[in-house]
T-cell receptor, first 115, second 114 residues
Framework: AQTVTQSQPEMSVQEAETVTLSCTYD???????LFWYKQPPSRQMILVIR??????QNATENRFSVNFQKAAKSFSLKISDSQLGDAAMYFC????????????FGKGTLLTVNP | DSGVTQTPKHLITATGQRVTLRCSPR?????VYWYQQSLDQGLQFLIQ???????AKGNILERFSAQQFPDLHSELNLSSLELGDSALYFC?????????????FGPGTRLTVL
């Protein structure tokens, strides 16, 4: 079974600085998808960024980018120019490329942004 | 706003009772997923429906059941409730049950069992 590990339960960053959240996963599949979701205090799950395993190029979405290392099974999220609104719980998630489309989530990293 | 709606927002009930959680997917989405978020287990996949048919099951208890109706809304039924069922229940939807689709989440239903 696939597992997703987020080794940093909590992280903090100063406003306008850069922070990197770590995620590793375990899978025997070659085709899969990886996601970062953000859960602010409102509890809404918001998609931040996604990465297809077959793509070598790292995904970027404005201030958010990933460092996808397929051989190392690592998928970290970099947040540049951190803003107060970035404070939230961040979840890394895995989905296989087969017929089961469930998301497997890590335990999450709570990000605090200090003014 | 993801376009996925869930009702009710909050639900407080007693042990042994039965409740129904409702989800309306985004317009055009045919696939619905249910997830449970608890302090003990984190975020866990429960069940998936596509166009009215069950497609995949996760760690869903036998006391729980779900269905997707012809208008594509879905209901999650929880019966013989226990204290440990207290959690945030999310519904997510995607256009198709394909690997390329992203799942968009609703705001969740907070269930408290007393």
């Amino acid at each position: 079974a696939q597992t997703v590990t987020q080794s940093q339960p909590e992280m903090s960053v100063q406003e306008a600085e850069t922070v990197t959240l770590s995620c590793t996963y375990d899978t025997s599949e070659s085709d899969y998808y990886l996601f970062w979701y953000k859960q602010p205090p409102s509890r809404q799950m918001i998609l931040v960024i996604r990465q297809e395993a077959y793509k070598q190029q790292n995904a970027t979405e404005n201030r958010f980018s990933v460092n996808f290392q397929k051989a190392a099974k690592s998928f970290s999220l970099k947040i540049s120019d951190s803003q107060l609104g970035d404070a939230a719980m961040y979840f890394c998630a895995y989905r296989g490329g087969g017929s089961n489309y469930k998301l497997t989530f890590g335990k999450g990293t709570l990000l605090t942004v200090n003014p | 706003d993801s376009g996925v709606t869930q009702t009710p927002k909050h639900l407080i009930t007693a042990t042994g009772q039965r409740v129904t959680l409702r989800c309306s997917p985004r317009s055009g989405d045919l696939s619905v997923y249910w997830y449970q978020q608890s302090l003990d287990q984190g975020l866990q996949f429960l069940i998936q429906y596509y166009n009215g048919e069950e497609r995949a099951k996760g760690n869903i208890l036998e006391r729980f059941s779900a269905q997707q109706f012809p208008d594509l809304h879905s209901e999650l039924n929880l019966s013989s409730l226990e204290l440990g069922d207290s959690a945030l229940y999310f519904c997510a939807s995607s256009p198709l049950p394909s690997g390329t689709d992203t799942q968009y989440f609703g705001p969740g239903t907070r269930l408290t069992v007393l």
